[in-house]
């Protein structure tokens, strides 16, 4: 059995843990820059978890005999960014509170990534919007 980062293992629990409810990233089909498809079945490939750390971490495609899990994380992790992004916007704007961002986020047992990643992105609008008011953008 191979040993993964600590952190890895943290965000693979997690992302199956809410991939019923972070079911949405817009990608039909997962390609990479190539157009090359990241899932690809191989009943003698290495396992999902496997596939999507060489994916993640080192931008390796490599066969895989757990498409389904593959799928299931990639899908889960796109659809996190995008409501990183999207609650970032609405932050920005005033529409989410902090509370009850936090209360979501405890709610689903977010890391402590899942919100800094959204404080930062909320971070750089009001900057670019700093920017574009000040003309120096």
Not at 17 to 26: E, K, L, Q, T, Y
Not at 41 to 51: C, I, L, S
Not at 62 to 82: D, E, R, V, Y
Not at 83 to 103: F, L, P, T
Request: aromatic share 14%; hydrophobic share 35%.
């Amino acid at each position: 059995m191979k040993k993964y980062n600590p952190n890895f293992e943290r965000d693979v629990k997690w992302y199956l843990s809410v991939r019923h409810i972070f079911n949405f990233d817009g990608t039909v089909v997962y390609c990479n820059k190539k157009g090359n498809p990241l899932i690809v079945y191989d009943r003698n490939g290495v396992d999902g978890k496997e596939a999507f750390f060489q994916w993640d971490s080192n931008g390796k495609v490599m066969a895989t005999k757990h498409p389904n899990l593959l799928h299931a994380l990639l899908k889960t992790k796109g659809s996190c960014n995008l409501h990183i992004k999207e609650y970032a916007e609405d932050r920005d704007s005033g529409v989410m509170g902090k509370i009850e961002m936090r209360a979501m986020c405890i709610y689903w047992k977010a890391p402590s990534w899942f919100r800094q990643a959204i404080e930062n992105q909320k971070m750089q609008y009001i900057n670019s919007r700093t920017f574009i008011a000040l003309g120096l953008y």
